[in-house]
Nanobody
Framework: QVQLVESGGGLVQVGGSLRLSCAAS????????MGWFRQAPGKEREFVAG????????YGADSVKGRFTISRDNAKNTVYLQMNSLKPEDTAVYYC???????????WGQGTQVTVSS
């Protein structure tokens, strides 16, 4: 099992940037595919970006392509989400998650709030 703790959220103006971090503990971090999700008020949780165990493959939602970048440092047991050109619609609680052996996202952090003001 893996424990996940997000950090780096906050209040930022439109067009600004933030970098979220997700620190993992527990079993070997490099055995997990990782992802970022978000949930805005009154909306369902949605996928933002994912990264393979080695970091060699990444993928993201169309809404964030060209603006958000997911990366990981397996030596530091950490996955990152660099968010640039932020928009008000990016306001949400952001969660990191780790994939279980079946490929589903089985382990979740507590979330970090990102608020983009116009």
């Amino acid at each position: 099992q893996v424990q996940l703790v997000e950090s780096g959220g906050g209040l930022v103006q439109v067009g600004g940037s933030l970098r979220l971090s997700c620190a993992a503990s527990g079993r070997t971090f490099s055995t997990y595919g990782m992802g970022w999700f978000r949930q805005a008020p009154g909306k369902e949780r949605e996928f933002v970006a994912g990264i393979s165990r080695s970091g060699g493959s990444t993928y993201g939602a169309d809404s964030v392509k060209g603006r958000f970048t997911i990366s990981r440092d397996n030596a530091k047991n950490t996955v990152y989400l660099q968010m640039n050109s932020l928009k008000p619609e990016d306001t949400a609680v952001y969660y990191c998650a780790a994939q279980g052996f079946g490929g589903e996202y089985a382990y979740w952090g507590q979330g970090t709030q990102v608020t983009v003001s116009s």
